[in-house]
DNA sequence: TAGTTGAGTGAACAGACGTTCACTCAACGG
DNA sequence: CCGTTGAGTGAACGTCTGTTCACTCAACTA
C-alpha cells in the first residue's frame, strides 16, 4: 500500500461529480429535464471517469472502491447500483477502450490501404488517438501486465483480435505474397506488439511525442522493409 | 482494492520465514553458528522474497507492508529495520533484478560475438535465465508499467542502459557497417523492445515456451534479415 | 567481563477499508 | 392518480492499514 502524491502525466479532464438528489430544487427554470436512465447513466459515467483517474497514479488493484466514490461524490454504497466489483469496473473500462480504438482502427484501414503509404498514413492517426484517448491508454498500459487477472485477461484477447484483423489486411494487400500464412501472423504480432510498446511510451512521456513519432517510424521502416525482403520458408 | 485469490504461474520457491530470536535454545549441539549479520541479511532476504511473492498475485502498490511481515513471520515494526518503504524495498528488487540480467547478458555477448549466431545463440539463453529468475521478469513487467513512478523510472533507465550497451556491440561487430550511430542506437532499441515483450510472454504463460521461442525466432529474423537490408538516409 | 548496539517485540493509535442493512423519495407505469 | 421501482443515503460492523513508542536481550566491542 503505497501512497501517491498526484503526478499524473496527461489529463485535465474534470472528473463530474453527480449532485446527489436535489435534482428538483431546480433554481433556474427547466433546464434540467434528466430522465431516471440519463442520471444512472450520467453517474456510471461519472464512476468510470474517477476510477481512471484514481488508477492514474498508481493502479486499479491499489485503489478503493470508497476513494471513487467519494471522488464522484456519492456515497460508498451507491457504487454497487453500477458494478458489482472494482473488477467488473475494471472489464468495463477495457470494454470502453477497444471500442474507441477499434473505431480508430477503421480510420487507419481506411486511409492506409495501399502498402506504400502504411506508415506515414497510420502512424499519425495513431498517434492523435492516443493523445486524445490518454488515459483509456494509459490504462491499458498498466493493466495489460498489473492488472487483475480477468482484466488482463480481456487486454490480451482483445489485442489478439486486432493482430488477427491486421494479418488479413496483410494477406489481403497483397504485400508479403511469399509469406506462409503463419508468418503473416508472425508479421502482424510484430508490428502490434511494436505499435504496442509505442503507444506506451507516448502515454509516458507525452512531451517527446515528436521525437518519439519520428524515431518510430524510422523502425517501423526497418521492420517493413526488412520483412519484406525477408521469405517464408515453411508451407502456406 | 481488489482481493486477489492467489493464482500465481511460477514459483514454488518457499520463503524462508525468519524465527524470531529463540536462536540460541539450540534443540541439537551446535549448528547454527550465525552472526548477527549473517541474521540480519537472512531477514532481509525472506523480506524481499516475500514481498516478490505477494506482488505476483498484484502489484506492488497493492501490497501492505503488513501482509510482507506476516508472511516473513515478523513483526510490522521489524520491517524499517531493513526499509524505509515499499518503495525503497521495490527499488531493491530493481537493482536486484538487473543485477542478474547483467550478469546474464555477459553470457551471451559471449556466446554470440558472430552475427550469424545472434539469434539462435542469445534466444535460448535468455528465456534459460527467465524460466529461472520468472518471479524477478514478472516483477519487472509489472512494475515497468504500473510501479511508484520511482521503480518506473529505474526501470526504464536500467533499460535504456542495456539498449545502449547492445548498440554499442552492434556497431562493433560491424553487423550494420551503413547505419548511421543515431539508427544503430533504432535499431538496438527494436531489438530490446521485441525482447521485452518475449520476456512478458514467457513470464504470463510459461507453459508455451517452446512455441513462444520458435515464433520469437522467426521474428527476430524477419526484423534482422529486414532491418540488414536497410539504408540510412541520415549523416553520421 | 562490563557496556553498547540494534534486530525484533508488542501494545496502542486513528483512520480507511468492504459490505450489510433499513431507509428515503423522485421518477416511472398502469 | 396511486402503487412500484430503484438510485442514492447514512449508520454500523469487524478487519486491516501505516506509524509511534518504550521495551528486551543476544551479539558485538573495547
Redesign the interface.
Known amino acids: 500500500?503505497?501512497h501517491?502524491t498526484s503526478?499524473h502525466t496527461c489529463p485535465p479532464k474534470a472528473v463530474e461529480a453527480v449532485p446527489y438528489d436535489r435534482a428538483m430544487q431546480e433554481t433556474a427554470e427547466a433546464d434540467d429535464g434528466e430522465s431516471r436512465a440519463e442520471r444512472k447513466e450520467r453517474t456510471r459515467r461519472a464512476i468510470l471517469d474517477a476510477a481512471l483517474a484514481l488508477a492514474a497514479d498508481?493502479?486499479?488493484?491499489?485503489?478503493?472502491?470508497r476513494q471513487v466514490a467519494k471522488q464522484v461524490g456519492v456515497v460508498p454504497t451507491a457504487f454497487y447500483r453500477h458494478f458489482g466489483?472494482?473488477?467488473l469496473l475494471g472489464l468495463a473500462l477495457v470494454d470502453e477502450s477497444f471500442r474507441s480504438l477499434r473505431l480508430m482502427l477503421l480510420d487507419v484501414w481506411r486511409h492506409a490501404p495501399e502498402y506504400r503509404d502504411f506508415i506515414d498514413g497510420s502512424l499519425p492517426i495513431v498517434a492523435q488517438h492516443v493523445r486524445e484517448n490518454c488515459s483509456h491508454y494509459a490504462f491499458i498500459?498498466?493493466?495489460?501486465?498489473?492488472g487483475?487477472?480477468r482484466v488482463?485477461e480481456a487486454i490480451?484477447h482483445e489485442i489478439e483480435l486486432i493482430t488477427r484483423e491486421l494479418a488479413t489486411d496483410i494477406a489481403r494487400s497483397g504485400a508479403a505474397e511469399h509469406y506462409s500464412s503463419k508468418?503473416i501472423g508472425?508479421?502482424a504480432?510484430?508490428i502490434v506488439?511494436?505499435v504496442?510498446?509505442m503507444a506506451?511510451r507516448l502515454v509516458?512521456d507525452p512531451d517527446s511525442e515528436e521525437r518519439t513519432l519520428a524515431?518510430a517510424r524510422?523502425?517501423l521502416?526497418?521492420?517493413?522493409?526488412?520483412?519484406?525482403?525477408?521469405r517464408s520458408t515453411g508451407r502456406t
Not at 498508481?58 to 472502491?65: C, E, K, Q, V
Not at 521502416?221 to 525477408?230: E, F
Open positions: 500500500m503505497i501517491r503526478v498508481s493502479n486499479l488493484a491499489a485503489i478503493s472502491l466489483s472494482l473488477e498500459a498498466r493493466e495489460r501486465t498489473a487483475p487477472p488482463r490480451r508468418d508472425l508479421l504480432d510484430l506488439s511494436f504496442v510498446t506506451e509516458e524515431d524510422t523502425q521502416r526497418m521492420l517493413l522493409v526488412g520483412a519484406l525482403g525477408w
